[in-house]
């Protein structure tokens, strides 16, 4: 004979799923921002994610077409 089912040890394993779910997400954007204060994650500082394969960041001169051939 098969277990009657417990919703209530059901319920409690869900709530508890949902709980460390919402613990970590909220551990990982405290460290975000602890990182964001300590200024070791700049946003928006585009240069250092460029990196050197830009054009301006080589020294090398780009040349704008004016469209004529």
Do not use: H, I
């Not at 921002?33 to 090398?60: I, Y």
């Amino acid at each position: 004979m098969a277990f009657k089912v417990n919703y209530n040890q059901q319920r409690a394993e869900r709530d508890r799923a949902k709980a460390a779910k919402k613990e970590a997400k909220l551990r990982e954007q405290e460290e975000l921002t602890a990182r964001r204060k300590a200024g070791l994650d700049v946003p928006g500082d585009d240069a250092s994610e460029a990196g050197p394969e830009t054009p301006a960041a080589t020294g090398e001169v780009v040349e704008k077409s004016d469209g004529a051939a």
